[in-house]
């Protein structure tokens, strides 16, 4: 009995492991993720990343326009947030993975708080709900893809 005892906590102990190492390793990167979900206040977009990534042969740089590392571009909300008020200067810094992409808005390496003077102009930056429907409804109208009056509902989820 006791031979049997050690034989099912081993094979106990052993799954139990596999177990842990399922949850505590990051699964492999398989491309683009399947869907994104944005947030936004004419409703929730479901936004097939893996369709337009793969089915329409788009290039990363197509949308994210981003001349950092291909592989890894900066998220869209980074760049183009809801809005440029307090809580997102007082976050953005945070967000970039480092200071050379300061220079994309700022004329210097900011290091600290930045004066008003010093401040870059971000009245050229579109928010969010802007760059996407200019980068979105741009290549809809090109491609042939739902655009124009009427077309909301079949990205937005509650208009």
């Not at 049997?4 to 177990?19: D, E, M, P, R």
């Not at 808005?105 to 802007?130: F, N, Q």
């Not at 979105?136 to 124009?148: I, N, R, Y």
């Not at 009427?150 to 937005?156: D, E, N, P, T």
């Amino acid at each position: 009995m006791n031979k049997h005892l050690i034989a099912v906590l081993g094979v106990t102990g052993a799954l139990f492991l596999v177990s842990a190492a399922g949850y505590i390793l990051p699964a492999p990167a398989d491309g683009p993720p399947a869907r994104v979900l944005l947030d936004n206040t004419g409703g929730r977009v479901v936004f097939a990343h893996q369709v337009h990534a793969q089915d329409y042969g788009l290039d990363c740089a197509d949308c994210h326009h981003d001349e950092g590392d291909p592989e890894h571009p900066v998220p869209c909300g980074d760049c183009h947030p809801s809005a440029f008020d307090a809580a997102w200067a007082a976050s953005h810094q945070q967000r970039f993975a480092d200071k050379a992409q300061c220079l994309r808005c700022h004329d210097g390496d900011p290091t600290g708080g930045v004066a008003a003077e010093e401040k870059p102009d971000t009245s050229w930056i579109p928010v969010r709900t802007e760059a996407f429907h200019g980068q979105c409804m741009g290549c809809h109208e090109s491609m042939s893809g739902p655009a124009g009056d009427g077309s909301c509902k079949s990205c937005h989820a509650g208009m």
